[in-house]
């Protein structure tokens, strides 16, 4: 199953079985059908907190919904260091979590590597393993975007002063002791809060 974010409110994909909890609209999609009128209704009818979209094909069915949308592929992580503590940054009045696009010709994980080292101004990352990726969308230059984000468990050794990457609009980096994220998770977005909470 696919958990989309749309600010805080959810389109899931999935097959006919995964949807038999959901407690709103159903929408059972063929091949052929063009899901772009489904997303536009849903995107400017706040009232809908969410919606699930079945398929016979899981996969078939994202690939037609990645199609409504410009993709992008992004990567980030969850760095803890010794103290066991969490790096977060600040960015336009939110918490969030280092991530940002992957560059052509490089992996995720040396994206997610990279782009930690250059919005935290840290060196040294060992990633620990890969966690669930997850997907939001966003209106931008008149279209519609898909950005998955593929996350990674990370551990910092060292003792470098952190450096908020300022032309990316971060205000602050700081490290948050994992038994008192409160400030994070009372000012982030519903995605990354499930970056947070996974084990």
Known sequence: MYKVF??????F?????????????VYAWMEGDSLEGLILQF???EQMEAIFIVGEDQEQLFEHFKSCFKYI??????????????????RLEKWDLPKGK?????SV????????????????????????????TYWMKGRFVLKRTYWYEMAYNGSEKLVPQTEEDIQEVKWLSSD????????????????INEN
């Open 13 to 25: 994909l999935g097959d006919k079985s995964e949807s038999l909890n959901f407690h709103g609209m």
């Open 43 to 45: 995107d400017e009818d």
């Open 102 to 106: 992957v560059e052509k010709g490089e």
């Open 180 to 195: 008192n994220l409160d400030v994070l998770k009372s000012n982030t977005y519903t995605s990354i809060l499930e970056v």
């Open 6 to 11: 749309f600010k805080d409110r959810l389109i």
């Open 109 to 136: 994980e040396e994206a997610a590597v990279r782009e930690v080292e250059e919005e935290c101004g840290i060196s040294d990352l060992k990633i620990l393993k890969e966690l669930n990726s997850t997907y939001h």
């Open 73 to 90: 592929e992004a990567a980030g992580g969850k760095v803890f260091n010794s103290d066991k503590q969490v790096l977060a940054i600040y």
